[in-house]
């Protein structure tokens, strides 16, 4: 087993001789536990509306979601199946021998579409915070260091300019902050046509 720390979660990743896991454990306090819970169900409908993302495994409980408490810290802990494949700097930058990269991104973008057209189906059970809940002019106000008064004097208007945009289902909704590079894999899968091909996957 290794651990690994992110900005906002520790990943504890475990290989055996069952499929590997990835143990996800968030212990700050800039989200709560129907935001966590809103996050994990969210990648359960996708993951089984075919969506290329690791699934959620159900803890003994059958809870997508646990809470443990310690020295009155609270920690949210949740477990996903580890995604084959390796990223993309694990293979020094390399798609597959003879092919050129654009096909790689080519096929990162089919990925992506795909999980925002399955993302205007779907409705949450635990509803996360809109993105205006949390970047409204007081919170930008706290985040931004009155050095920079000039931005702080922009970012009113930019927010009432955003609030202001169409927000048709077509357009807006879900979508996948972090999508790049070192968040994904890529794999071998045998098509119909017994072609090898790549099919990338969010981890």
Same mark, same amino acid.
């Given at each position: 087993m290794r651990s690994l720390f992110t900005s906002t979660n520790i990943r504890v990743v475990r290989v055996g001789r069952l499929s590997a896991k990835i143990l996800r454990i968030a212990f700050l306090n800039?989200?709560?536990r129907e935001d966590l819970l809103g996050e994990v169900e969210y990648i359960q409908y996708l993951f089984k509306h075919g969506g290329s993302v690791s699934n959620v495994v159900s803890s003994r409980k059958g809870n997508l979601l646990e809470e443990i408490t310690h020295s009155n810290h609270t %920690? %949210?802990?949740?477990? %996903?199946e580890k995604a084959k494949g390796k990223m993309l700097v694990e293979n020094h930058y390399q798609y597959r021998e003879g092919v050129p990269i654009t096909e790689y991104y080519y096929n990162c973008g089919k990925v992506l579409g795909k999980l925002h057209q399955l993302s205007k189906g779907y409705a949450p059970v635990h509803r996360r915070y809109s993105f205006f809940d949390k970047y409204n002019v007081e919170y930008i106000d706290k985040l931004i260091p009155d050095t920079l008064s000039l931005l702080k004097e922009k970012m009113p208007g930019l927010l009432k300019t955003l609030e202001g945009l169409d927000k048709n289902p077509e357009s807006f909704g879900m979508v996948h902050f972090d999508y790049n590079?070192?968040?994904?894999?890529?794999?071998?899968?045998?098509?119909?046509?017994?072609?090898?091909?790549r099919r990338d996957e969010v981890r």
């Open positions: 800039d989200r709560r %920690f %949210f802990v949740c477990l %996903f590079d070192g968040n994904g894999k890529y794999c071998r899968c045998i098509r119909s046509n017994a072609e090898q091909r």
